[in-house]
């Protein structure tokens, strides 16, 4: 059974730091895009950021570009989110995400991506 579990979320002040990692079982992800989303209370999940197998190549929201990072070990079957320069529109619960299949195209898109993690909570007070 794969599973995605998502650690690192919490409280933290406006211009603070966090780190989002994503611990994959079950299958390795070594030959796969990763990506993380977030969800606002309200809102449509949107994308954050992905990255493509090798860990040579990422897309960023506009939102968060400059300001956070991602990357992955593949010995770990591990995905990192590192963001900095939190601003308190940065609350939501974040997912990390998975393909089933290799490519790269439409990495920006949710509906590509086939395994979910439950998401955890990031949150910028002010």
């Known amino acids: 059974q794969v599973q995605l579990v998502e650690s690192g979320g919490g409280l933290v002040q406006a211009g603070g730091s966090l780190r989002l990692s994503c611990a994959a079982s079950?299958?390795?992800?070594?030959?796969?895009?990763m990506g993380w989303f977030r969800q606002a209370p309200g809102k449509e999940r949107e994308f954050v950021a992905a990255?493509?197998?090798?860990?040579?190549?990422?897309y960023y929201a506009d939102s968060v570009k400059g300001r956070i990072n991602i990357s992955r070990d593949n010995a770990k079957n591990t995905v990192y989110l590192q963001m900095n320069s939190l601003k308190p529109e940065d609350t939501a619960v974040y997912y990390c995400?998975?393909?089933?299949?290799?490519?790269?195209?439409?990495?920006?898109?949710?509906?590509?991506?086939?395994?979910w993690g439950q998401g955890t909570q990031v949150t910028v007070s002010s």
């Open positions: 995400a998975a393909r089933r299949g290799i490519g790269w195209g439409n990495a920006r898109h949710k509906g590509t991506y086939d395994y």
């Open positions: 079950g299958r390795t992800f070594s030959s796969n895009a």
């Open positions: 990255i493509n197998w090798s860990g040579g190549t990422a």
